[in-house]
C-alpha cells in the first residue's frame, strides 16, 4: 500500500481543516484488502499520538480523547480516500499529521499496529 497526505498547512486558533490520505495499491480491485487507516500526529519535542482511526468493515471509529468532539474521521472506499476535519483548532494541534494503515483491521490507536505510514501532512496554528 503507498499512503500520501494532504491538506495540511497554516492556520488560526479557530479554524478548521480537511486533511485528506489517499490509499492506493498494485494489487487488484477484487483482492478483497481490508484495513484500518489511523490518523496519527507527532508535535515538536512529543511522541507520536495516534488521534483517529477507522475501520473498513463497518466503519466503526475511535477518536484519543484530547481531539473527541473536534475531529471527524470518514473514508470513501469507492475513491480510496480518508479524510480527518478538524475544527476549533488551537496551537496544540501543531504538528505533521500522518495516516497509516493496518492491515488487520483492529482499529486501534497503536502505532506500532499499523503496517504502511504515509510521510506526512504538516498543521501549523497560530496567530
Known amino acids: 500500500l503507498r499512503l500520501v497526505e494532504s491538506g495540511g498547512g497554516s492556520v488560526q486558533p479557530g479554524g478548521s481543516l480537511r486533511l485528506s490520505c489517499a490509499v492506493a495499491?498494485?494489487?487488484?480491485?477484487?483482492?478483497?484488502?481490508?484495513?484500518?487507516i489511523g490518523w496519527f500526529r507527532q508535535a515538536p519535542g512529543k511522541e507520536r499520538e495516534g488521534v483517529a482511526c477507522?475501520?473498513?468493515?463497518?466503519?466503526?471509529?475511535k477518536y484519543a480523547d484530547s481531539v473527541n468532539g473536534r475531529f471527524t474521521i470518514s473514508r470513501d472506499d469507492a475513491n480510496n480516500m480518508i479524510y480527518l476535519d478538524i475544527k476549533n483548532l488551537t496551537p496544540e494541534d501543531t504538528g505533521i499529521y500522518y495516516c497509516?494503515?493496518?492491515?488487520?483491521?483492529?482499529?486501534?490507536?497503536?502505532?506500532?499496529?499499523?503496517?504502511?505510514w504515509g510521510q506526512g501532512t504538516q498543521v501549523t496554528v497560530s496567530t
Open positions: 477507522i475501520e473498513d468493515n463497518g466503519h466503526s471509529t
Open positions: 497509516a494503515a493496518d492491515l488487520d483491521d483492529h482499529n486501534i490507536l497503536i502505532d506500532v499496529q499499523y503496517d504502511y
Open positions: 495499491s498494485d494489487l487488484p480491485e477484487d483482492y478483497g484488502l481490508y484495513y484500518t
